[in-house]
């Protein structure tokens, strides 16, 4: 993950202007050779939006069985190291201590907040050409990295405004989790965004 191509999309992405970063992550990987990983340019999994508000419709449901619901969590495994499959994981917590990054350390305090992870993961799918990229390629150049890298800005940004329209579909249909924030990132980004 190069961390200076972040902070070129982070401020967008925290505005929920999804369609801002990933015009200027797109931007940069044209101004590159083409590589296998310019097959990410205009992909999208916005095509699962309502899977996934069904998804975690149930998951929700299945959660306010054990715990009174206060804000949900969902990452996006670790795409570039596990190619064979790319999924979504997330957790119901009892609580909701808000968005500070620099300290989210909450999401991960399991024995402070009642929480509850999904039992099945959600599989992302329209990506397989960049999965077998990153299984196979070998980066022997900077612009072949610089590549890599603005490709991995582009799917987390994607992700994102991925789970964010499946959080606004749910608000629209009025699902019941449609009323709680969520929280979304990808397994191994040091950011996260929130969504109310």
Request: aromatic fraction near 14%.
């Amino acid at each position: 993950m190069n961390f200076d191509f972040c902070l070129q999309i982070n401020d967008d992405l925290a505005k929920l202007d999804f369609a801002k970063a990933i015009q200027t992550a797109e931007s940069k990987l044209k101004e590159l050779p083409v590589t296998d990983f310019h097959a990410v340019l205009g992909l999208s999994f916005t095509g699962q939006t309502e899977e996934v508000a069904d998804w975690i419709e149930l998951f929700f449901q299945k959660s306010s069985e054990k715990i009174t619901v206060q804000s949900l969590y969902f990452e996006m495994n670790e795409f570039d190291i596990n190619t064979d499959e790319w999924y979504i994981d997330g957790f119901a917590f009892s609580k909701d201590d808000g968005l500070n990054l620099n300290n989210m350390e909450w999401l991960g305090d399991f024995e402070t907040y009642a929480q509850v992870e999904t039992n099945t993961l959600l599989s992302l799918h329209g990506f397989e050409k960049l999965q077998d990229a990153f299984e196979i390629i070998e980066v022997d150049s900077q612009q072949l990295q610089d590549a890599k890298d603005w490709c991995e800005q582009i799917i987390i940004a994607r992700y994102m405004e991925l789970m964010y329209a499946a959080h606004t579909l749910a608000k629209q249909k009025q699902m019941n989790w449609g009323a709680v924030p969520i929280y979304f990132t990808e397994h191994a980004y040091d950011f996260i965004v929130r969504s109310e």
